[in-house]
């Protein structure tokens, strides 16, 4: 049973530009959610897909977006960038629509924007 | 939307020492769960326990979902349970989403 994976790791922008991060559900797992990570801080619900439809989200802009494949793995992406953006970035997956099941978290990206 | 709050915020404890960290919530759940995040900021389910008790090892949980606040205990800490220890949430209303508290920052000195 493969565990979640995350891409890049780490990475650095500049503010105003574009970013895409990915995230690889684990096996027999149909939800992923993404979660926003200042230092010091609690993990922020940013939003949540089921089979490939967003189904929950938290109070971020839409500049911040995302997409789930058929495979069931994710991508975040973040329009124009802010400094205060700069943050690890998680993802998590699960199994069922309402996403209240065990969640397994991936190692994270952490995003640094100059 | 939901409230999550921890406490304490920051605990330094003997090695061997027991603690209880405690979540309160302020409204109806559908699940509870306790994480640990280690130094390099991975997450890692130590119980999903949205009523009663459950232990594993070292450690246990209770959730009293009725009077909205759950417990962690643990007990002969080590230093390898340092880190940050997150409650989250479903709320029962409002959406699919999940909710964590601040955390609690553990030390456990050797």
């Known amino acids: 049973e493969t565990g979640v994976t995350q891409s890049p790791t780490h990475l650095i922008k500049t503010r105003g530009q574009q970013v895409t991060l990915r995230c690889s559900?684990?096996?027999?797992?149909?939800t992923v959610s993404?979660?926003?990570q200042a230092l010091g801080q609690g993990p922020q619900f940013i939003f949540q897909y089921?089979?490939?439809?967003e189904n929950g989200r938290g109070n971020f802009p839409p500049r911040f977006s995302g997409l789930q494949f058929p495979n069931y793995s994710s991508e975040l992406n973040v329009n124009a960038l802010e400094l205060?953006?700069?943050a690890l970035y998680l993802c998590a997956s699960s199994s069922g629509q309402s996403g209240a099941n065990v969640l397994t978290f991936g190692a994270g990206s952490r995003l640094t924007v100059l | 939307g939901?409230?999550?709050e921890q406490s304490p915020p920051d605990l330094i404890l003997q090695e061997g020492a027991n603690s209880t960290l405690r979540c309160n919530f302020s409204d109806s759940v559908n699940n509870l769960q306790w994480f640990h995040q280690n130094p390099w900021g991975q997450l890692i389910n130590l119980f999903y326990i949205p009523s009663g008790t459950?232990?594993?090892g070292?450690?246990?949980a209770t959730t009293v979902a009725t009077e909205r606040y759950s417990l962690l205990y643990i007990s002969s800490s080590q230093t390898t349970d340092s880190g940050v220890y997150f409650c989250a949430v479903n709320?029962?209303?409002g959406g699919f989403k999940t909710i964590f508290g601040a955390g609690t920052r553990l030390f456990v000195k050797a």
Request: aromatic fraction near 14%; glycine fraction near 4%.
């Open chain 1, 25 to 30: 559900s684990q096996s027999g797992h149909n």
């Open chain 1, 34 to 36: 993404w979660y926003q």
């Open chain 1, 50 to 53: 089921y089979r490939e439809e």
């Open chain 1, 84 to 86: 205060d953006d700069s």
């Open chain 2, 2 to 4: 939901i409230q999550v």
């Open chain 2, 54 to 56: 459950k232990q594993n």
């Open chain 2, 58 to 60: 070292r450690l246990s």
């Open chain 2, 91 to 93: 709320p029962y209303t």
